[in-house]
């Protein structure tokens, strides 16, 4: 008997404490209704001024958050305007490896005539017949080369490398050990 007493004890005791449980839940609650709309601290707050500079600056952080850069370069560098010399050299390499240029050509009296035509950084021998990357070569005179795009034919004629910029071209100076101390 005194079994059924002890479950009937524990039944009550957790029916009890749902209630203080519903009761505190219920006090919390109308507690946060009273809390007022307008604070007594208002006047010690910001100013409209100095807040709608701060939800300026929140947008500002949020749309670089949001921003995808589609710039090679570091972003945070703090000299991009002015190029580095490596930048100035890398530049002109790559304009260099996009043209398509006739470096030399071969023309014997007799003997197979070639032509070296240089894309992407690297030299390519042709003769009369192949095809390269403006369309097929139909002949190859001394210094150009001729060759048919479209039905149309067309002179590639020899190119020298263009001048590098002067910031980075140091053939002009010479050395610190050539230079003579008279």
Request: hydrophobic letters at 35%; charged letters at 30%; one cysteine or more.
């Amino acid at each position: 008997m005194e079994e059924k007493y002890l479950k009937d004890l524990v039944i009550a005791l957790i029916v009890i404490i749902l209630i203080v449980l519903g009761v505190k839940c219920n006090s919390l609650y109308n507690n946060i209704k009273v809390v007022p709309v307008e604070s007594k601290y208002k006047k010690l707050a910001l100013s409209e001024n100095l807040f709608n500079q701060i939800e300026d600056i929140e947008q500002s952080i949020q749309d670089r958050k949001e921003f995808v850069f589609t710039v090679t370069k570091d972003p945070l560098e703090q000299n991009l305007i002015v190029k580095t010399i490596k930048d100035l050299e890398k530049q002109w390499r790559q304009e260099v490896e996009r043209m398509v240029r006739l470096e030399s050509t071969i023309v014997p009296e007799i003997g197979k005539k070639l032509a070296a035509i240089s894309h992407k950084g690297k030299t390519k021998l042709y003769s009369i017949g192949d095809n390269f990357f403006y369309g097929k070569i139909t002949d190859i005179l001394k210094g150009e080369i001729v060759y048919s795009y479209k039905g149309r034919n067309n002179i590639l004629t020899l190119q020298k490398l263009p001048d590098k910029p002067e910031a980075i071209d140091n053939s002009n100076e010479v050395s610190q050990e050539k230079k003579y101390n008279w």
